[in-house]
């Protein structure tokens, strides 16, 4: 089993839609990441979080808004999606932001964009 | 920026085969290299890591992989592999120093072990 927990495993929405992703950890850990992997495809980093301030974005569209409301918690909040956002949504967590921080990735939300 | 590739898409290997899967990546500093293995409708897991120190790195599973500085590279090995071995194997790297948050992964390589 993992240790980072996402949730929901499968979600479906129109592009009108509004919905959260929720990642949670409790490990101690003091940095989060948002991961975006297409089908056969390497993860793509968008988002890292560390103390829970946003530290990096990677050029990611504002229809994807994260938010960190505790050291255990991350969010992604979805709004007007496009059917090319349908992807499997990584959550992943690690001691720290430094480099020697091996990153515990959770099972991942499949996101399909109707 | 660092870049990694693994140059094998699909490998398929009948059990108690010897494995090895390339990885090799280019950046000009020092790197941290780790092994990722994603079963089947599974999450990411460690496979094992490599800092400093010996570049023989041994993970679970029996799995090792060997850092050759001169080559940028970083394969990932087994002896004599099993059915539940199937899975898909990514190389990643993060640079030390500025921006070492960034972990770099390649493209994946497929493995396919037939009982």
């Known amino acids: 089993d993992t240790e980072v927990t996402q949730t929901p495993k499968h979600l479906v929405m129109g592009m009108t839609n509004k919905k959260s992703l929720k990642c949670e950890q409790h490990m101690g850990h003091r940095a989060m990441y948002w991961y975006k992997q297409k089908a056969k495809k390497p993860p793509e980093l968008m988002f890292v979080?560390?103390?829970?301030?946003?530290?990096i974005n990677e050029s990611v569209p504002s229809r994807f808004s994260p938010e960190c409301p505790n050291s255990s918690l991350l969010n992604l909040h979805l709004h007007a999606l496009q059917p090319e956002d349908s992807a499997l949504y990584l959550c992943?967590?690690?001691?720290?932001?430094?480099?020697?921080?091996?990153?515990?990735f959770g099972d991942g939300t499949r996101l399909s964009i109707l | 920026a660092q870049s990694v590739s693994q140059h094998n898409h699909h490998v398929i290997l009948s059990e108690a085969a010897s494995l090895e899967l390339g990885c090799n990546y280019s950046y000009g500093g020092t790197v941290n290299l780790f092994w990722y293995v994603q079963y089947p409708g599974q999450h990411l897991q460690l496979l094992l890591k490599y800092f400093s120190g010996d570049p023989l790195v041994k993970g679970i599973k029996g799995f090792e992989a060997e850092f050759i500085k001169s080559k940028f590279s970083f394969n990932l090995r087994k002896p004599s592999v099993q059915w539940s071995d199937t899975a898909e194997y990514f190389c990643?790297?993060?640079?030390?120093?500025?921006?070492?948050?960034?972990?770099?992964f390649g493209k994946g390589t497929k493995l396919s072990v037939i009982p």
């Open positions: 990643a790297v993060n640079a030390q120093g500025a921006g070492s948050y960034q972990l770099t």
């Open positions: 979080y560390s103390y829970e301030k946003l530290s």
């Open positions: 992943a967590s690690s001691q720290d932001r430094g480099a020697y921080q091996p990153q515990h």
